[in-house]
Every structure is written in C-alpha cells, then in structure tokens.
C-alpha cells in the first residue's frame, strides 16, 4: 500500500492520501482522543501517536495535525504506519454505531423569509468553496445567516490554519458578495 503525503497552508496539518475511499459520505472532525477513541477506531489509532492534536476524514483522505511541541519529520512515519496498519487489517473507519456523520455540527439557523438567499449561499459553498477546501485537506459547512452575515464552519486543515482567515474574508467573501448582493460578510464559527 502506498499513502501520498501532501502538505497543506496549515503548517501543523498535513493531508494523508491513501489510494481508497476514507469516508464514503460526509466527514469526520475529531479534536479529542476520547471522542476519537470511541467513534473511530483509526482516529483513535492515529490519536495514539505522540503530537497528534486533530484528525480529519474526507472522501480520500486523512488530515492530521500536530501540536508546536513536535515536528512532521518524526510523527510522518508514525502516521503512516498506523493508517498504513489499519487500511491493510480491513478495520473500519468508523465503530459501526456511529456510520457517516458530520461529526460536530450544529443546527443551521437563519430567518424566514432568507430561504433562497440561504439556498444560493450552499449551491456556491458546495460547487465552488468546498472542493477547493477539500484539495488542502479541509472541509467548510454553512451554519447559518443573519443580518448580511454568513457563518461557517471550517474543519480539517482549515480548522487553525494562518490562511483561514484570508481565505474567508478574500476568497469566500468576495465570491459570496458577487453573486448575492444581500451577503455583507462572512464569519467562522
């Protein structure tokens, strides 16, 4: 089994590629071994490795990123012996209970009446701002609108990223404001 490595704008996070299918649907953002432990057994795995503060699953891929304390060329092999190891078991990702979830995410909210204007919002996040997230080993879900505001959620390699915010306020913003005059900025939650 061969995994591409690839880095991402998130110096802390590196994107693990492991030549299959990580999650079939949805992702998973895992920030705490318990929660890893106990809903995956490969975050759990990969939670073991001394450093490892994040895991994130994509369709196929693996995000993990790191604390300040430890560096990518001592954690890399350790990462990759424990994807390496589970995907050649025929372990599950996911504990069978649990399946393919968005793991983390909160109800989304805005004001009656904001339907299209909502519905214009997700079109353009999911055919414009996700797959170019999903290429740095990352994810962004829309949370909610209120008063011009839009609120996202960033997860994987975005989640801490130094870029993040230039990417929100330059990137999405500006996409956003172009096409939905009503869209005045755009906030992480």
Known sequence: MFIQTETTP??????FL??????????????????AGAKS??????????????????????????????DWMH?????????????????PVMAEQNGAADFGDEEEFFEAGDESIVATIKELIETRVRPAVAQDGGDITFRGFRDG????HMKGA???CPSSTATLKHGIQNLLRHFIPEVEQVEAV
Do not use: S, W
């Open 18 to 35: 492991p030549g299959q299918v990580v999650m079939e649907m949805g992702t998973a953002d895992f920030r705490d071994a318990g929660e």
């Open 158 to 160: 975005c989640a801490g």
């Open 149 to 152: 505001v839009v609120f996202l």
């Open 10 to 15: 998130n110096p802390a996070t590196l994107k």
């Open 75 to 91: 954690m890399k092999p350790a990462v990759l012996a424990a994807i390496m190891e589970h995907f050649m078991a025929g372990a």
């Open 41 to 70: 057994p490969l975050a759990g795995r990969l939670f073991d490795v001394d450093g490892v503060t994040g895991v994130f699953f994509g369709y196929d891929f693996v995000t993990v990123t790191k604390d300040d304390a430890h």
